[in-house]
């Protein structure tokens, strides 16, 4: 099994989570979260006065799948969240040692 974070922007999260439905996924975690990468902030001004907004807001989705899926669900995650420019985000996937659905005590991939 796999854990796919995927840190994207925030008006993609419906494109995205629309194309993520279209390949089956049966549940997503996401979160409302704020960071920087190259992007580095950006300059705004409110009321007259010029402030530093260091942090961006983003979007956190998590993602547990099995190993088959993962190949072609990345592919669709990277093509729907893009728009070709800087700060389109990033996708980790990481290894997941144990499941475990707490309802039914079910583990591993049957509790995905």
């Known amino acids: 099994m796999k854990k796919i974070e995927a840190i994207i922007k925030p008006f993609k999260l419906d494109e995205v989570k629309e194309a993520l439905q279209g390949q089956d996924i049966k549940g997503m975690t996401v979160t409302e979260v704020k960071g920087f990468g190259r992007q580095k902030g950006h300059t705004e001004i409110y009321r007259g006065a010029e402030y530093q907004v260091d ?3 983003k979007v956190k989705l998590e993602l547990v799948l099995d190993d088959a899926r993962v190949g072609p669900l990345l592919k669709v995650l990277q093509e729907t969240a ?6 389109d985000g990033k996708i980790f996937v990481l290894p997941v040692e144990e499941a475990i659905r707490i309802r039914t005590g079910e583990n591993g991939e049957a509790a995905l």
Do not use: E
């Open 55 to 57: 942090f961006i807001p």
């Open 82 to 87: 893009r728009t070709g420019k800087i700060g």
